[in-house]
């Protein structure tokens, strides 16, 4: 069986670091005989060095722009799942951090951090689509960084936070002006969830094309 290489983009902030390592500790707990590591794309133990030839990583960013599509398969010959997000299971996790944040259908906000790359940013408007349906309601994305238009722009009275873990972005929406301010995703089982999907999907594609 190939080593699960959990890969994040990392950040100098610590509680960031701690929620992957968290979600590490999940995906062990549910597959104790899998060989997990970790690896970053930025501050951090560098991903391409835990991985073998064998290995399969599984990006646990919420879009599939760049670093999936290009950095990571530059930097790693082996097999690259798509990313964790968009899934419609982390419309239940962004729903449950909401009701964790008091929201009680106020007008909605997704807020993401935003890319350069146009495929990152629809993948970012389909999770609020995604959310839109599950909750019945019209839900504009805002963008932290990169992308139009800004958070700021909208004025949010309440913010979805598509973020995996907190740190500089997340501390940033405490400003944004909203009333309501939904914490990141963090390390919940449903994510790890998914990262074990896109790694055994990704095993099953293999043996298939050994065959």
Known sequence: ??????????SSDPRFAAVVDDLAGIVRGERPDL???????????PFETVT???????????????????????RFAGTVTPA?????????????????AGWAREPLTLAATGSADPRALADVHQMARDLGDELG?????????????????????????????????SDSLIDSGAAIVAAPLGADPLIAEIILDRFDAAVSECATRRV
């Open 35 to 45: 060989d997990v590591r970790i690896g970053y794309l930025d501050h951090g133990t």
């Open 137 to 169: 309601l019209d839900v504009p994305v805002g963008f932290i960084s990169a992308g139009e238009p800004s958070l700021r722009e909208l004025e949010p009275v309440a913010v979805a936070t598509y973020l995996l873990a907190p740190g500089a972005f």
């Open 52 to 74: 073998d030839a064998d290995s399969v990583v599984v990006p646990v960013l919420l879009s599939n722009g760049y670093h999936v599509r290009e950095d990571i398969p530059g």
């Open 84 to 100: 964790v997000g968009p899934d419609r299971r982390l419309t239940l996790l962004l729903v449950r951090r909401l009701r964790e």
């Open 1 to 10: 069986m190939p080593a699960l290489v959990i890969t994040a983009h990392g």
